[in-house]
């Protein structure tokens, strides 16, 4: 396992998970739960946490890649993510363009200048 | 005495923050990269759909099994940095069995031909059910391995596939490449900021003991 490296996660709309599924970082057999979830307009907030959960949890995901309106919809989940590994990115959807003052990390980077700091 | 030191963590400070600049200035050219590549790779999509058909680019055509074809190597370094390196598997390595299921396949079809033909003598026949059920017992293990999940992904999408999807594959080839750096890069920011936090607690902490030691002096 130590050789083998770690898997990409990813949890996005159905063309998300498609480009990158077809890049390779797909795994489904049956032993193991998927490393990807399409999310479709049915999928429930607690589907999402659960699977964002598991992926936390399992030792074998280096890199958690998630659309950030679904990020949106569990943003406490991701807020409570303190560990370096697995590193959780925020990619945009074709209907939700990035944005920058959203994202987890750039928050918490921006969060540290206060009126303190400057004096 | 204290006055040196308060220089010293004044530039340490201007130091780290330039750094701190200097990641989230290339954090955001990433980002834009990685963004434009994303819609690239969408747009190709949305062509092979336009040219395949709807229901031909969609989750319906995901394979029952995959194996992953890209790993990353994730490790944390002393400084509390991590780092990651995307790795590509090679599929050249499944050609052993494939030899030997192609070499399996050839005394399975001998049998196949020995049953239609006509019966000679009682002997001869049984000598053919031997040596059948000989065969029978290398074959069946092998017969299983039909699918190879470690296959290029563009092949669930059949077998003549549109220039656009391979460009899609292509474009989010690289969004996982650069996945790996802006990771990194997402790390290396969060401890510099937490470096920047301790500094100027420090810078602060120093500032109180330099001001109440000048006081002292001007009190004496």
């Keep these: ?32 739960k998927p490393n990807f979830l399409v999310v479709e307009k049915d999928t429930s907030i607690t589907e999402i946490e659960e699977t964002f959960k598991s992926f936390l949890a399992r030792n074998d995901i280096g890199i958690i890649l998630i659309n950030q309106f679904i990020a949106e919809m569990i943003r406490h989940a991701i807020d409570a993510h303190m560990q370096s590994i697995p590193a959780v990115l925020e990619i945009p959807s074709k209907e939700h363009p990035y944005d920058a003052s959203k994202d987890s990390i750039l928050r918490r980077a921006k969060g540290m200048f206060s009126a303190d700091d400057f004096r | ?27 955001e050219e990433k980002r834009a990269t990685l963004n434009s590549l994303i819609e690239q790779g969408w747009f190709s999509l949305s062509k092979a759909r336009y ?10 055509q995901y394979a029952s ?12 370094l002393d400084n509390g940095e991590a780092e990651f390196c995307i790795e590509r598997v090679t599929q050249s390595k499944e050609s052993g069995k494939d030899e030997r299921s192609i070499e399996d396949i050839g005394p399975q079809e001998e049998g196949v031909r020995r049953r239609n033909k006509p019966k000679k003598d009682i002997k ?13 017992t290398e074959v069946t293990p092998v017969k299983k391995n039909d699918q190879n999940p470690q296959q290029d ?11 656009s999807l391979k460009q899609a594959q292509s474009s989010f080839k690289q969004v996982i ?11 290396a ?32």
């Design chain 1, 1 to 32: 396992m130590a050789g083998r490296g770690k898997l990409i996660a990813v949890i996005g709309d159905e063309d998300t998970c498609t480009g990158f599924l077809l890049g390779g970082i797909g795994e489904l057999n049956k032993n193991r």
């Design chain 2, 1 to 27: 005495m204290g006055v040196p030191e308060l220089e010293e963590s004044f530039l340490s400070l201007d130091a780290k923050l330039l750094r701190f600049m200097d990641q989230l200035e290339l954090l």
């Design chain 2, 51 to 60: 040219s395949m058909g709807n229901k031909q680019v969609s989750a319906l």
């Design chain 2, 65 to 76: 099994e995959i194996e992953p074809l890209v790993c990353v190597h994730a490790r944390t």
């Design chain 2, 124 to 136: 001869e026949k049984q000598e053919d059910d031997i040596a059948r059920s000989k065969k029978a």
């Design chain 2, 153 to 163: 992904p563009l092949k669930w999408f059949g077998i003549l596939v549109p220039q």
């Design chain 2, 177 to 187: 490449e650069l996945s790996a750096e802006i990771a990194a890069l997402q790390i």
């Design chain 2, 189 to 220: 920011i969060l401890n510099t900021r937490q470096e920047l936090k301790n500094s100027m607690k420090d810078k602060h902490a120093l500032q109180k003991k330099t001001s109440t030691a000048q006081v002292d002096k001007v009190a004496d």
